[in-house]
């Protein structure tokens, strides 16, 4: 899950390419484009400790960059931004400028992101339920990222842009501990 709100340089980073990718009529490539790096950073935890590991220099990582943009058949506009990214080192902080830009997106076109941590896999019903329940309270439609984090023991964790919705087992023993030591 992304953290409980966007650093402001991933802000900026993410606007910036935002901006730039509406200005050419290109809004959903880019997303594409996108979507296909945080696939990658998902799924090869190797290549992620790579990219973001400060002690492995720029240059090193815009190489490999560079070569997997061309195997992707990332848009000359995506190659380009990630280079920058590299270059200034802030490629570390990828996973934040996607997960920005595609909130900003997703405003856009009128939609939200909703990132939901679960201690189990969703079923389709249950993501369903998510959703109609979200557009209820927000009055617009969603987008559901799921992630499994067992440690939760029960309970979901939404986080919807800077809002945090925290209904897990593990947060409620947290307050109930917290609430004992102050007794105590």
Not at 73 to 84: P, R
Not at 88 to 98: D, L
Not at 139 to 152: A, G, K, R, Y
């Amino acid at each position: 899950m992304s953290k409980s709100s966007h650093s402001a340089s991933a802000s900026r980073y993410a606007n910036a390419l935002f901006q730039l990718a509406k200005e050419a009529k290109v809004l959903d490539s880019i997303s594409n484009d996108l979507d296909k790096i945080l696939e990658l950073l998902l799924a090869d935890k190797i290549f992620a400790s790579f990219i973001e590991n400060p002690s492995i220099k720029n240059v090193n990582k815009l190489s490999l960059l560079d070569m997997l943009a061309d195997k992707l058949e990332l848009s000359k506009l995506t190659k380009d931004f990630i280079g920058v990214v590299t270059k200034k080192g802030r490629v570390s902080n990828i996973q934040e400028i996607i997960k920005s830009y595609k909130d900003l997106v997703s405003d856009f076109n009128g939609i939200k992101n909703a990132y939901v941590s679960a201690s189990k896999v969703l079923s389709e019903n249950q993501i369903n339920s998510i959703k109609q329940k979200l557009k209820e309270k927000f009055s617009s439609e969603f987008i559901l990222h799921t992630e499994v984090d067992e440690s939760l023991i029960a309970g979901l964790k939404i986080q919807i842009g800077s809002q945090m919705i925290d209904s897990t087992i593990k947060s409620k023993l947290n307050a109930l501990k917290a609430k004992m030591k102050e007794v105590a």
